[in-house]
């Protein structure tokens, strides 16, 4: 303002800064002082919504104690992380733009025939693993239900049970092991294809297993190459679980 004056400049401030999107706030032929505070307001929220954003992007990192503070006058925001190691790597997150991207998505009922032949390749190729080491792991479980038969009187209890059919889900059914279809019970009592762009839901834990399935190469060449997963946002509100979606790139 006082920059503005200085110059001999006479015109008033509102010619400037009044438009369409800011109609309601000030208007042409407004005092210059008015304009001034509308400036001073839109400067505090920029900086309002730069420490949200900020403090989103730290809370993601798992950080203990972190420090993020708006310095009062000076338009600057300190941030300290204590622990942190890369931190070229902590500064270029913070400093990166947020990007928004629009997709064309894929339904379910398109990508499960995919997700079923990935499951059906993974239980193909994942069965070709070294004899030593199912051999072993069929010693193992046969010892397994040996002691439990002489524990129980003969009977397995529930959780050995359990453990049995979920191993047999994981030879069977690699990819729906830890990526379960997105399904619903119909009203002929019957299981049907959740209509939408969601395909499955994982486990927190198991979501570094499904991108590892994904990134195998005889995976890659059933996948269509406009097809792509993205994980949900945010976990389940109620579920420790996160959402994935197929969607088509642009």
Known sequence: MEEYKSI????????????????????????????????????????????????????????AS????????????LVELPGVKDESRVRNLLQ?????????????????????????TLATTLKAAPAATTKTVADTTKKSD??????TGGQKDSKAKKDSAALNLGQKNPLFEVLRPAVYMGEN?????????MVG????????????????????????GNLKLLWAVKPEQKTPEQLSYMLSKQ
């Open 8 to 63: 001999g400049a006479s015109t008033p401030l509102s010619t400037f800064f009044s438009t369409k999107d800011n109609a309601s706030l000030i208007k042409p032929g407004d005092s210059d002082s008015k304009v001034e505070s509308f400036l001073q307001k839109e400067a505090d929220n920029a900086i309002q919504n730069s420490y949200k954003v900020l403090r989103t992007r730290i809370d993601k990192f798992g950080v």
């Open 66 to 77: 972190p420090n993020i503070q708006i310095q009062q006058g000076t338009n600057r925001i």
């Open 96 to 120: 990166g733009s947020a990007k928004l991207e629009f997709y064309e998505t894929y339904t379910n009922q398109e990508v499960y025939p995919v997700l079923e032949n990935i499951d059906r």
């Open 146 to 151: 040996d002691l439990l038969s002489n524990l």
């Open 189 to 197: 009592q019957q299981m049907a294809l959740m209509p939408g762009a």
């Open 201 to 224: 839901i994982a486990s927190l834990k198991d979501t570094a297993k499904v991108n590892a399935f994904l990134q195998r190469p005889e995976v890659k060449s059933i996948l269509p």
